[in-house]
């Protein structure tokens, strides 16, 4: 039966929340665009008369779908080239979702998206409905179909592992922007003490090419040898440039709610670094140059406005 102008409406009011649950769920706005579009059709298909409450009926489908391709994501990370690592968003964009509390901005960091990828798939969308979009348990498990108290037990194990390896410090925009400006500058400077000292002693690096675009297979570990790596990644050289096609702008942005820098080669992004910030430190460096991950952020920044680059023609 066609959709009514009313159902179309009801699905429509939804649609920004089903795609800040599906992003957190998958860690890929992309694949989240596509899990929404999915529930549209499943909703189109629908006996309607017959869903009591359509944003129940919708948020369950929604994230029965994202569990389901979970459970096909992990083959595929398995067989990913090189490391896997979540798809930035930039602010602004509305698959951020709520972000009116601390638990729902942690929620979209890039460190928890990636912490989250070692959880089941019932954990994973127990922790986001809960923390994210404060459903309580007994919705949780009419949505998942388990018991309030097996729900209850799903939580506390995933919100006990994801706090167990997080150390993270929430920072405001203007102090996002001054870490990364800091962080640029001893990167820039050819100092590698400069850099040390930004970092902490276990600091990580890590990098997602996706066997598209230059990064290393395994994450670095440690201060010294993470400093050392920065330093040749962002030595400019004619051999350099000519690797990625110009000279680049290097911008300071905030990207799934931390300091950020997005790397612009004419208006393409061709990589962004996340910061992870904590009281001792920068604790882990998150590199997304996989250009299949990059081309909402690229839609993105050519549809808004940004102030001048930290550096220009590097």
Not at 127 to 139: K, Q
Request: aromatic residues 6%.
């Amino acid at each position: 039966m066609p959709l009514s102008p009313h159902e179309v409406e009801l699905f429509e009011q939804s649609r920004a929340r089903l795609a800040a649950i599906a992003y957190r769920l998958l860690g890929s706005a992309s694949d989240a665009e596509d899990a929404v579009q999915d529930t549209f059709l499943r909703w189109q298909a629908a006996d309607r008369e017959r869903v009591e409450t359509p944003e129940a009926w919708l948020t369950k489908v929604l994230t029965n779908l994202c569990r389901n391709q979970l459970t096909s994501a992990r083959a595929r990370h398995e067989s990913y080239v090189g490391t896997w690592l979540p798809e930035p968003v930039l602010a602004g964009d509305r698959m951020l979702g709520p972000v009116d509390t601390a638990e729902q901005r942690e929620s979209v960091s890039m460190a928890v998206l990636t912490l989250m990828e070692r959880l089941s798939a019932n954990e994973r969308a127990v922790y986001v409905l809960r923390e994210a979009f404060a459903y309580s348990h007994s919705e949780i498990a009419e949505i998942l179909d388990i018991t309030e108290s097996n729900c209850q037990q799903v939580y506390r194990r995933a919100k006990q592992h994801v706090a167990t390896h997080r150390a993270r410090t929430e920072v405001d925009g203007t102090t996002a922007r001054k870490i990364v400006e800091e962080f640029l500058a001893a990167a820039t400077s050819g100092d590698t003490q400069r850099l040390v000292k930004l970092l902490t002693d276990d600091a990580m690096n890590a990098g997602d090419g996706g066997g598209k675009a230059p990064a290393r297979a395994t994450p670095i570990i440690g201060a010294l040898a993470v400093a050392r790596f920065l330093r040749g990644l962002f030595k400019p050289t004619d051999a350099a440039r000519d690797r990625v096609g110009g000279s680049l702008a290097l911008y300071t942005e905030v990207v799934n709610g931390g300091p950020a820098v997005v790397v612009m080669i004419g208006d393409r992004v061709l990589a962004v670094m996340s910061l992870e910030v904590t009281s001792e430190g920068i604790a882990a460096i998150r590199t997304q140059a996989n250009p299949d991950k990059l081309v909402r952020a690229t839609r993105q920044w050519s549809a808004s406005e940004h102030g001048e680059p930290f550096l220009d023609g590097w």
